[in-house]
């Protein structure tokens, strides 16, 4: 990570083509990204990292999208624009159009010695993610439906970021943050993670995998809530809102609207305003499991429905402080300005 050498700077990006394209776009009013503004957003962070020296970025192969675009953006660049660009490698994998895609990039990324992975999605395809890269470093960019785990942000700002944390210009240790995560426990073996927030439905089915229904939600978990945010953490965030940092979480049983502590109006999805009853919030201490007293449903991680349960299943749930890193975008340009990394000459860019 110290090395000022561009050869030794790599760098993976993973962008999904389906996130911003669910359900939600039928029964609210979400905005979408097409695969070619996901293209000019990468094309941006590709900019921002060869400036910084970043000497390769590892792409999924979906030649027919977002990485066959950026190519022929690349080569345009190069040529009409005299743009320089790090070496765009595609990832050898199969691509489904499925998640299994996403895990696979992530294990291949990690093979090739990746510095950090930037994702470009909402908080589902940020959640895979980090259920399966370990201490490796986050970059949450946010071109999703319901976006609390990752920011928006200018891409060209974020390559710079990541650039600099690549190059090991601000050191990974100053730059990157602890995040909380939900564990799910089911009969003994842990079953999968969330980053925001889980959602317990009586629903049988998983269905179209968003969940939108709020008469269909019987408890919420939740990781951190503000009271800005979108999606189902936002009804824990109009009541009782718990920052990124608390070293604690939030649950809540909801029950109908006007019975119940309180009912409040709560954004669950862009454009999507709905009363939600609220019978009992209690806090989530670290590390503590609460069972699943549910006798049967379906449970939702970050939004998206993932697995049923029924009566014989033992499930637990918990709050886990140890959960994925991100780099803190804000704070490494602020470390960038305070120690003039980015000043005239420098041994970290590329001119």
Not at 61 to 84: K, N
Not at 240 to 252: I, M
Not at 307 to 319: A, M, N, R
């Amino acid at each position: 990570m110290g090395s000022t050498t561009r050869n030794n700077a790599t760098v993976g990006i993973i962008a999904n083509p389906a996130s911003g394209q669910d359900i939600r776009r039928l029964i609210s009013a979400a905005s979408g990204f097409t695969i070619a503004e996901k293209t000019n957003i990468v094309r941006r962070l590709c900019l921002g990292l060869w400036i910084l020296g970043v000497s390769r970025v590892f792409m999924i192969p979906d030649r027919s999208g977002i990485a066959g675009s950026l190519l022929r953006s690349r080569d345009q660049g190069e040529i009409a624009l005299g743009e320089g660009w790090p070496e765009i490698e595609l990832l050898d994998m199969p691509v489904e159009e499925k998640a299994i895609d996403t895990l696979r990039a992530v294990e291949l990324m990690i093979r090739s010695g990746v510095q950090l992975i930037i994702v470009l999605g909402g908080d589902g395809t940020h959640r895979l993610v980090a259920n399966n890269c370990g201490d490796l470093p986050i970059v949450a960019l946010s071109t999703g439906t319901n976006n609390t785990f990752p920011h928006f942000r200018e891409a060209t700002v974020v390559g710079l970021a990541a650039g600099l944390v690549a190059r090991g210009a601000v050191p990974a240790s100053e730059a990157t943050r602890r995040n909380k995560a939900l564990r799910v426990q089911m009969n003994g073996l842990c079953r999968d993670t969330a980053l925001v927030d889980l959602c317990l439905t009586d629903e049988l089915w998983i269905g179209s995998r968003a969940v939108w229904k709020p008469e269909k939600v019987k408890e919420i978990f939740i990781t951190f809530a503000e009271a800005d945010a979108i999606g189902w953490s936002s009804v824990a965030g109009l009541v009782n809102p718990v920052s990124r940092e608390k070293g604690q979480g939030l649950h809540l049983i909801l029950c109908p609207p006007g019975t119940g502590q309180q009912t409040i109006y709560a954004p669950i999805a862009p454009g999507l305003i709905v009363p939600v009853g609220i019978k009992n919030i209690r806090i989530l201490k670290p590390l503590e499991k609460m069972p699943i007293e549910m006798s049967k449903g379906v449970i939702a991680l970050d939004g998206e429905r993932e697995f049923s349960f029924c009566q014989k299943d033992k499930i637990d749930v918990w709050l886990d402080l140890d959960g994925p890193l991100t780099v803190d975008v804000v704070r490494v340009l602020k470390i960038a300005a305070e120690r003039g990394i980015l000043n005239c000459p420098s041994p970290y860019i590329q001119i």
